[in-house]
């Protein structure tokens, strides 16, 4: 299922400070954690990113009205989003390539995932992912970001940079467009074949 950027926004724009600081906090504790390790992979980074993002947004979002965190299968966790019109969304944490594709090892599930088709145990909704982008020796964060998917790049993505701020529709005033006023002059509303003189 897809969603528009604008009504993705206008759902998660009340978390997007908690997202965003759940994600930095995450790569903070991350980079305090570094040193414990020998030889540090990239899936190390990823694994270990992603479980203390997704603790911290247990922390900041659990208990607030419209949102679950929920382990799916495989132990992934994910992030479920319910808007006061009863629609839904889910996300999910993960690290992003320099091109803004998502990085993760491409199992059935992930592509399908990714393709936004039905999988056994999630939700049939527009599924987000809440990615972050590193420099090319993994040692700091670049960005954070959210996306829609479809496949494994980013159909649309915006930023969750602390500048940046978006007004959802329902705040925004309301857009009238006048009617037309048709205003009929009086050589118009002559007969064929009437001349003016």
């Known amino acids: 299922m897809l969603i528009s950027q604008v009504v993705a926004n206008t759902y998660l724009l009340p978390h997007h400070n908690d997202m965003r600081e ?9 980079q305090g954690m570094r040193g414990q390790f020998g030889r540090v992979f990239p899936r190390t980074i990823a694994n270990n990113v992603h479980d203390l993002a997704m603790n911290e947004l247990a922390m900041r979002l659990g208990s607030k009205p419209g949102i679950q965190i929920f382990l799916g299968e495989a132990d992934r966790f994910f992030l479920t989003v319910k808007a006061s019109d009863g629609e839904a969304l889910i996300v999910r944490v993960k690290q992003l390539t320099p091109g803004f594709e998502i990085s993760n090892y491409p199992t059935r599930r992930a592509r399908r995932f990714n393709a936004q088709l039905p999988l056994q145990g999630v939700l049939n909704v527009p599924r987000l992912t809440l990615g972050y982008r590193l420099n090319t020796d993994r040692s700091e964060l670049l960005g954070i970001y959210v996306g829609l998917s479809k496949g494994s790049k980013l159909v649309w993505k915006y930023a969750l940079s602390e500048s940046a701020s978006v007004v959802p529709l329902s705040a925004q005033t309301e857009l009238k467009v006048p009617e037309p006023v048709v205003t009929l002059k009086p050589d118009v509303l002559k007969k064929p074949g009437e001349n003016d003189g």
């Open 22 to 30: 759940s994600l930095s906090v995450a790569w903070r504790k991350w």
